[in-house]
């Protein structure tokens, strides 16, 4: 099935350190999401974007919907060790269809 | 307010054999929908179930079935199972008119197929 691509793929950083990845689909999307997923739990909705070019923020987390509406981001500021997990964009093609197309997932790592 | 709730945690099968997994909604959700995390990949959308009727699915053969109960509940059953089967299955539930910003996800079932 199909799968969005997120980039990168892991990443290594420090407490303290901001971070940036990204979602790109080859396919139209009208909502944007992105999730969390900790080990042995469902995923979990940080933040939801519904127009082309939006921003919105969710306390340290900003996100964007992309003008192409084929692509996202999602930035963390100042991270903590609880900000380690994987995770992932999902995107919805319409409004009152709930099927949800996720990405290939992002793990962050916080270096002591 | 009771969480989405999955049993049983793991499970393990057997290839060829026929296994059930089930759902317990969020109070108050009428929508669940179901889908397959192989490891170390996204989560895929198996299908949706809406007021006890298949609402949407996504692309998996005809062997992975379900259910919805008259309480919301869910049933995932998969017939003839194969290696490629073993997964994480999450359900999630939701309130249609609300749209898939209110998912809230189970912690999932385990299945290791041998």
């Known amino acids: 099935g199909q799968q969005l691509n997120q980039s990168p793929q892991s990443m290594f950083i420090q407490e303290g350190e901001d971070v940036s990845m990204n979602c790109t689909s080859s396919s139209i999307f009208n909502t944007w999401l992105w999730y969390k997923q900790d080990p042995g739990e469902g995923p979990v909705l940080l933040i939801a974007l519904y127009k082309a070019g939006e921003l919105t923020s969710n306390g340290r987390l900003t996100a964007q919907f992309g003008i192409t509406r084929k692509d996202s981001f999602l930035n963390i500021s100042a991270s903590i060790p609880s900000d380690v997990g994987i995770y992932f964009c999902?995107?919805?093609?319409?409004?009152?269809?709930?099927?949800?197309?996720f990405g290939t997932g992002t793990r962050l790592t916080i270096i002591p | 307010e009771t969480g989405v709730t999955q049993s049983p945690t793991h499970l393990i099968k057997t290839r060829g054999q026929q296994v059930t997994l089930r759902c317990s909604s969020q109070?108050?959700?009428?929508?669940v929908s179901w889908y397959q995390q192989a490891l170390g990949q996204g989560p895929q959308f198996i299908f949706q179930?809406?007021?006890?009727?298949?609402?949407g699915r996504g692309n998996f053969p005809p062997r992975f079935s379900g259910l919805q109960f008259p309480n919301y509940s869910s049933e995932l059953n998969v017939n003839a199972l194969e290696l490629d089967d073993s997964a994480l299955y999450l359900c999630?539930?939701?309130?249609?008119?609300?749209?898939?910003?209110?998912?809230?996800f189970g912690p999932g079932t385990r299945l290791l197929v041998l």
């Open positions: 999902a995107g919805r093609t319409y409004f009152g269809n709930e099927k949800l197309t």
């Open positions: 999630a539930s939701s309130t249609a008119l609300e749209g898939a910003e209110t998912q809230y």
């Open positions: 109070s108050g959700h009428n929508t």
């Open positions: 179930y809406y007021r006890e009727e298949e609402n």
